[in-house]
């Protein structure tokens, strides 16, 4: 459903990105794991539209989607949640909410109802202003708000990141059951070893360039991957 | 529900402080029981009033700071008293031209207000800041050298020369005679004018703000990450919000300039911007009753101030600090909120409170 093909990004002399090209299938769960400053987000960025390749071509759902608006991009059905829990800090967790449903016309009653199933704190939390939210409890927030567009794709950059283990093992249940439940998954994450465990097919960036790519299980089992990125 | 039944509740507050206002100021106007120069300055109040209501759509609801609001004023000022002269045969009635003029104002100035935003508003940043201060400082510098007059054959413009290069014919009128500004002008701007623009102001302003833009706009300002990740046009709704501060600060322009008898473009400087900023800082970022309460008791206290001669800006000093410390002591603002209880009206509850 995503086919990113040989993409070139710079900030201005800096060549971030070097040619990359990955690809995600319909239901499919794939991460892209990699070194701090490997590029991940850049590549994040690309797909939505923040950042613009210099060549080659993104298509999603048959559409070349390079030279759309990021706003156009999240109404076609791809969410991307950016990287360090960007909530709305002056908002409750109801308006966070509503605010993801943004591109949306008409009833959003439904999806609403289905986020609070998915995410009970944030119900508990309704009203409570998303500044004050302990750092889960936001994570779970830009997640569901996210999950408000209704995305056919979804793209998230370091959803663990700063989580004690049991909220990132709790985050990795939900994205796995978000995706039985039809929404497909491209996962940017530092936790290899976890992320790894659950996707279908991984893509590894090293510097700009995808070094390595292979099912979960293959590079799991690879001796180079996990001593560069599984700690042995 | 509950919440928008709210905001609707404050916005009426809103509305029905300015008009009570109009209504106590009239009475006493009749009855002769208000100074002549107290009196004089109602419509310059009205005028600023609208410039710090349309500058907290920029600076409290959209969250860029804008150092040259008085250049969109100046804009407006300039094309409205244009439009409004060279109207004068084509439509005698003057409260009809006053508001064809402030319309023309305002559309100007909105243009001036896009043409900056369309470049600037892209960049993440401070950038407006210092555009909108250079904006301030090249249009008070354009009209000064600008040269406009009227005749049979229409309008004629001339740049960088003086008046006799306008080749008027005989029945022709110099409207804009560069540094000398524009003299002569007839006075059609009353307080109930001044009153309905502001009325309209609100309308527009408030509107705004508790529509699904408006809550986009808020939402940009919060977090732009954020923002762009749920599909919001960031650029579009800074451009709308922009266009429509700058274009409403263009109305009151006409609005002021049609109050006296001669205007010249150095009236509008950066002093005049940051006096505006002050009236929205003061009244509070994103509060609009504050910014008319600020704007009108911070341009009727000079006036009071008279009798203190020489230190009448030093004491205006001394006020606007002790007022600035007020409303940022914690204390006060506690006792401030329990004596006001719910009704302070307030168009973003979100705000952050204090700098
Ligand atoms: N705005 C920018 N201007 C200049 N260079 C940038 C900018 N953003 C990122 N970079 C550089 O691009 C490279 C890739 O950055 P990116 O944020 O994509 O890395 P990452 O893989 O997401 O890292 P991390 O795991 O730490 O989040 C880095 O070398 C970074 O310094
Ligand atoms: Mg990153």
Redesign the pocket.
């Known amino acids: 459903m995503l086919k990113v093909d040989n993409i070139n990004v710079y900030?201005?002399a800096?060549h971030?990105?070097k040619g990359v090209s990955l690809e995600v299938n319909e239901g499919e769960i794939v991460t892209l794991i990699?070194?701090?400053?490997?590029?991940?987000?850049?590549?994040?960025?690309t797909i939505s539209g923040l950042l613009r390749s210099k060549t080659g071509e993104i298509i999603f759902l048959d559409e070349n989607i390079c030279s759309l608006a990021s706003h156009k991009i999240v109404e076609r059905g791809l969410a991307q949640v950016p990287?360090g829990r960007r909530v709305f800090l002056q908002m409750t967790v109801q308006e966070n909410l509503e605010m993801g449903a943004y591109t949306r016309r008409g009833n959003i009653k439904g999806t609403m109802e289905k986020v609070y199933a998915q995410f009970p704190r944030l119900l508990e939390r309704r009203k409570q202003v998303a500044g004050t939210l302990s750092g889960g409890e936001q994570q779970m927030l830009v997640m569901g708000r996210a999950l408000m567009s209704h995305p056919k794709l979804l793209m998230l950059?370091?959803p663990s990141m700063g989580l004690a283990p049991i909220l990132v093992e709790q985050i990795f249940a939900i994205i796995q059951t978000l995706n039985k439940e039809g929404t497909s998954i491209l996962l940017?994450e530092?936790n290899a070893q976890m992320a790894l465990s659950i996707a279908d097919r991984a893509y590894v960036?090293e510097?700009?360039s995808i070094a390595v790519s292979g099912t979960g299980r293959e590079l799991i089992e690879s001796d180079n991957i996990r001593k560069a990125y599984l700690g042995g | 529900m509950k919440r928008i039944s709210k905001t609707a509740h404050s916005n009426l507050y809103t509305y029905g402080f300015v008009i009570i206002a109009y209504a106590v100021l009239m009475l006493i106007t009749a009855t002769g029981g208000i100074s002549s120069s107290l009196k004089g300055q109602l419509v310059p109040i009205c005028a600023y009033v609208v410039m710090a209501v349309s500058l907290n759509l920029t600076v409290g609801v959209l969250g860029e700071l804008s150092l040259g609001h008085a250049g969109f004023m100046s804009v407006g000022a300039f094309t409205g008293v244009v439009a409004c002269i060279s109207l004068e045969a084509l439509i005698p009635l003057a409260p009809l031209r006053m508001a064809i003029s402030m319309v023309i104002g305002a559309l100007c100035a909105g243009m001036a207000g896009a043409l900056i935003g369309i470049p600037v508003l892209r960049l993440r940043g401070d950038y407006l800041a210092i555009v909108t201060l250079a904006f301030g400082e090249i249009i008070k510098n354009i009209i000064n050298c600008l040269y406009v007059g009227t005749d049979s054959r229409g309008l004629h413009i001339s740049f960088l020369t003086n008046s006799d290069a306008l080749n008027l014919g005989e029945d022709g009128r110099v409207i804009i005679d560069g540094p000398m500004g524009i003299s002569g002008i007839t006075k059609i701007s009353t307080f109930t004018t001044g009153i309905i623009l502001i009325l309209v102001t609100l309308f527009i302003v408030l509107n705004l703000v508790n529509s699904r833009s408006g809550r986009a706009i808020m939402a940009l300002r919060d977090n732009r990450i954020a923002a762009e990740s749920v599909g919001i046009p960031v650029t579009k709704y800074k451009m709308m919000a922009f266009v429509i501060s700058a274009a409403l600060a263009g109305a009151a322009g006409t609005l002021y300039a049609m109050n006296y008898s001669t205007i010249i473009a150095t009236k509008f400087n950066f002093n005049t911007s940051i006096l505006i900023l002050v009236f929205v800082v003061l009244g509070g970022l994103g509060n609009v009753l504050g910014s008319i309460i600020a704007a009108a008791v911070l341009t009727v206290i000079p006036e009071l101030l008279r009798e203190f001669d020489d230190y009448r800006m030093l004491v205006y000093a001394i006020v606007l600090i002790l007022v600035m410390i007020a409303t940022n002591n914690a204390v006060f603002k506690s006792m401030l909120r329990r004596v006001l209880g719910k009704i302070r009206p307030s168009i973003t509850k979100d705000v952050k409170e204090g700098p």
Not at chain 1, 34 to 45: D, P
């Open positions: 900030y201005g800096i971030a990105i990699g070194a701090n400053g490997a590029g991940k987000s850049t590549v994040l960025k990287e950059d370091e940017v530092q960036l510097t700009g």
